[in-house]
């Protein structure tokens, strides 16, 4: 059992940044690929970045490529993700998850979210 617990998120202007955490509980947390997504008003979730157990692989949907990027610290059982030249469609409530399969796998474990909002 993994519970994830992320923060970070907030009102940011476009062109901003901000940095999204997601601690985890549990002493099987660095055998997880970890996983973030989000949800933006009216629309899908999606997958937006992920990150292998080890952190050699990392994975990103082409609208956030080169703006966002997705790090884990396994000692402090922190997942990352790094948002910078922020857009409005950017806005969204921010997921993290994860499994024990690996990044491109479904993913069974889910915190409660953390809303984003950029302003253009």
């Known amino acids: 059992q993994v519970q994830l617990v992320e923060s970070g998120g907030g009102l940011v202007q476009a062109g901003g940044s901000l940095r999204l955490s997601c601690a985890a509980s549990g002493r099987t947390f660095s055998s997880y690929a970890m996983g973030w997504f989000r949800r933006a008003p009216g629309k899908e979730r999606e997958f937006v970045a992920g990150?292998?157990?080890?952190?050699?692989?990392?994975y990103y949907i082409d609208s956030v490529k080169g703006r966002f990027t997705i790090s884990r610290r396994n000692a402090k059982n922190t997942v990352y993700l790094q948002m910078n030249s922020l857009k409005s469609e950017d806005t969204a409530v921010y997921y993290c998850a994860a499994n024990p399969r690996g990044v491109r796998s479904a993913y069974d474990y889910w915190g409660q979210g953390t809303t984003v909002t950029v302003s253009s």
């Open positions: 990150i292998s157990w080890n952190g050699d692989s990392t």
